[in-house]
């Protein structure tokens, strides 16, 4: 078999067989076929497109191109959830062990925030001592014993994806639909998952910025999943602005431990109980979602779900006493309140700016080499929808630096006071197929 003549075949908008897409990812991965001419392919994708049966099979390809994570020896159904990233995006916190409670398993890898989105690792690292350097052999274990476990990111996941995912970044060639979707849903199926809830975000947070490319990247994902073999689904959710109130790590432990109690942000409750409930029925644990939804209410209300997050925390080296006194997270030197200058109504909060302003804080990475202040961040005292009157706080922002005269100016930038405005509709679609 020929590069060229697969390049040529994809170039002509020709269906390539299993065996060529094979033999592309097996070849790049071993270096033996070129950047170039694996860009010359990108780009062909880019503009001919990909049929449901060749994104199954590069997606395939790629899971093979590497280790996959063998989660058989855990008893039921591993349902994983995967979100596109956000801004302030605290449902992994919270479902993991919220979902858990019911004892559905969560074997979760994790991996770290770069940008103006968060990681959950990094969130959880908020907690002292906690860390998810454990064996393989241990996170399985975690998981038949209590139901929850995060490990990080096997470096020999996937490495088709990565070699092609970096290749893509330098020749115009990410934004494409089968690229994007066989390259999520490798990692995802690498790691073991048996079912999967996507959690895909549209809007000025999110990777896809309208409706439209966020409902045709749910639909890429959703196939490929399930024509793998994997059930999968996926929930379009708003990420205009950010989610919840808490944009910064210890602020999203504090705010994940309100939400298992209950007492959360109204929009974060409401995404984790959507995504919760479809994980659970997935899992087998409820006949059906309105079932699901009520249980999860209950061990919030009952304080099952809490406990859940501090054995959780205990089991890999946290100190699990923070769920009772968030006091002992790391607390930032300086809390300042940005006032309205107006009385109105917020009709704006533009959240990948505001990602970049707690950025600016220090609360997350401009480059994957940077340190990050577990401590800062940004908490907003209004949403989109709610009245303001002037001097009153929009935002509170927690900072290690005094002169924050930079971030306040970019919040200002970013948050609109209008006269009448509605708050955004949090779930805009479910698609399951
Ligand atoms: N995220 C991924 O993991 N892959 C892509 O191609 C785009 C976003
Ligand atoms: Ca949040």
Redesign the pocket.
Known sequence: MRMVDVISKKRDGKELTTEEIQFVVDGYTAGKIPDYQVSALAMAIFFQDMTDRERADLTMAMVNSGETIDLSAIEGIKVDKHSTGGVGDTTTLVLAPLVAALDVPVAKMSGRGLGHTGGTIDKLEAIEGFHVEITKEQFIDLVNRDKVAVIGQSGNLTPADKKL?ALRDVTGT?NSIP??AS??MS?KIAAGADAIVLDVKTGAGA?MKTDKDAENLAHAMVRIGNNVGRQTMAVISDMSQPLGFAIGNALEVQEAIDTLKGEGPEDLTELVLILGSQMVVLAKKAKDLDEAREMLKEVMANGKALAKFKDFLNNQGGDGSIVDDPSKLPQAKFKIDVPAKESGVVSEIVADEIGIAAMLLGAGRATKEDEIDLAVGIMLRKKVGDKVAAGEPLVTIYANKEDVKAVEAKIYENIRVSDKAEAPKLIHTIITE
């Open positions: 995912y990410v690229l994007i390259s999520i990692k990777f």
